[in-house]
T-cell receptor
Framework: EPEVTQTPSHQVTQMGQEVILRCVPI?????FYWYRQILGQKVEFLVS????????KSEIFDDQFSVERPDGSNFTLKIRSTKLEDSAMYFC???????????FGDGTRLSIL | TQLLEQSPQFLSIQEGENLTVYCNSS?????LQWYRQEPGEGPVLLVT?????EVKKLKRLTFQFGDARKDSSLHITAAQTGDTGLYLC????????????FGAGTILRVKS
């Protein structure tokens, strides 16, 4: 069964450094999402992306964050200058059309030191 | 702000018992999904309910969407140790875009 894949599974970064999290959505899906889950807290929406542009973003998704679809298969989340509070699990999800059930990857655990 | 309140937060039961997990909101959702999440993995979709009053069954799991599309429940019959895990409800309101709003989750432990 097709699945969303995320790399790396665990990323350890010094505070202030840039980090790029990578996702390969399911191949025929057109809508892409990033969510994060801070340890012990709810899964929170960050951003949605369709037709090569951001369609929606939360207040968490500030100027430190950016997303990109650099080629036909990858979808990336960049954090420019990481802070301690960015430590979390980051999940990528995709759907074939808007409003459809979202399929999640296994996440990247981001640890900021 | 849309919120989904999930209850209970924790549930520890014996194998063979029945249980119900609830997901409630004051907001109306276009659809509601139930996910199961294992430690170190992403949420895995169990079911989507779309129509008010809809009931879906997945083996021993029964999912119901409230008539007003503001609440949902997950009922497990004759729980097994393999049902142990974190269960999440998440809703979409198409008027607010396609983002999922998640509940806090219910940690289920089934003891043998």
């Amino acid at each position: 069964e097709p699945e969303v894949t995320q790399t790396p599974s665990h990323q350890v970064t010094q505070m202030g450094q840039e980090v790029i999290l990578r996702c390969v959505p399911i191949s025929n899906h057109l809508y892409f999402y990033w969510y994060r889950q801070i340890l012990g807290q709810k899964v929170e929406f960050l951003v949605s992306f369709y037709n090569n542009e951001i369609s929606e973003k939360s207040e968490i998704f500030d100027d430190q964050f950016s997303v990109e679809r650099p080629d036909g298969s990858n979808f990336t989340l960049k954090i420019r200058s990481t802070k301690l509070e960015d430590s979390a699990m980051y999940f990528c999800a995709s759907t074939p059309t808007g409003g459809q059930p979202q399929h999640f990857g296994d996440g990247t655990r981001l640890s900021i030191l | 702000t849309q919120l989904l309140e999930q209850s209970p937060q924790f549930l520890s039961i014996q194998e063979g018992e029945n249980l119900t997990v609830y997901c409630n909101s004051s907001s109306v959702f276009s659809s509601l999904q139930w996910y199961r999440q294992e430690p170190g993995e992403g949420p895995v979709l169990l079911v989507t309910v779309v129509t008010g009053g809809e009931v879906k069954k997945l083996k021993r799991l029964t999912f119901q969407f409230g008539d007003a599309r503001k609440d949902s429940s997950l009922h497990i019959t004759a729980a097994q140790t393999g049902d142990t895990g974190l269960y999440l409800c998440a809703g979409i309101d198409m008027e607010y875009g396609n983002k999922l709003v998640f509940g806090a989750g219910t940690i289920l432990r089934v003891k043998s």
